[in-house]
């Protein structure tokens, strides 16, 4: 009783497979492509005569970038079909023993069979301009992203060198003969500290504390003008 099989298999074994059904002495049938949205397929048929049954190999989603490799050296009748297969689609086949450099077929323009009809490229046009839409959506957002976090440490740099200079200059008000006890690297170490209980706050709160801490440095520095 006559029987088919189709098995997928990747482009990379192909060569493999076809060489373990020459050495089991499989017949070659055939071979064909087809254009789909992901490229072209292509359908390998052989037929096993002890058992009357068609075996296929179906690889998908070849582009023009594949290189597929030739099967002639296996099967040489499979030369027309791989020339007829690259004149009309386009594929690359990679050391065939008869190769008509692109000329099996008078064709009026490359790889014809590759063209798609108004409904597939406007929907290929349409999921391009998704795709670029969607790239330059996250690639504001990381910029955005980027400015903030440099907005947020050149704040942060402001406020500590604010807190540092607002500290040093209650300590020399408070105890003038003190002052070189009260080193920059403390007041640094203090401004390190309120920075961190800062960090913690509620963003809104956080920029009152800030602002006034500001404020009270601007007042203390004008005192100290006085």
Do not use: W
């Not at 009783?1 to 189709?6: A, D, I, Q, S, W």
């Not at 069979?113 to 597939?120: D, F, H, K, L, N």
């Amino acid at each position: 009783m006559y029987t088919t099989e189709f098995t997928d298999i990747p482009l990379r074994d192909l060569l493999t497979t076809v060489q373990s059904l020459k050495h089991e002495g499989i017949r070659f049938v055939q071979m064909c492509a087809e254009t789909t949205e992901a490229g072209i397929d292509l359908l390998y048929t052989f037929y096993d005569e002890t058992c009357d049954k068609a075996i296929n190999l179906c690889i998908y989603g070849i582009d023009e970038t594949s290189e597929v490799p030739s099967i002639q050296g296996l099967y040489f009748a499979a030369f027309s079909y791989e020339n007829e297969t690259h004149d009309l689609y386009g594929v690359h086949f990679v050391n065939m023993e008869l190769d008509f450099g692109g000329n099996f077929f008078n064709v009026a323009t490359d790889a014809p069979m590759t063209v798609i009809t108004p409904e597939q490229k406007a929907e290929r046009d349409k999921l391009a301009k998704q795709k670029a839409a969607a790239a330059a959506k996250a690639r504001k957002a990381a910029e955005a992203k980027q400015a903030a976090e440099a907005d947020a440490a050149a704040g942060q740099k402001a406020d500590a060198a604010a807190a540092g200079k607002n500290a040093g200059a209650v300590a020399d008000k408070a105890d003038p003969v003190a002052k070189p006890a009260v080193s920059a690297e403390a007041a640094a170490e203090r401004a390190k500290k309120m920075e961190e209980k800062l960090a913690n706050m509620d963003p809104e709160k956080a920029a009152k504390v800030r602002a006034a801490m500001a404020a009270k440095a601007a007042k203390a520095s004008a005192k100290e003008g006085e």
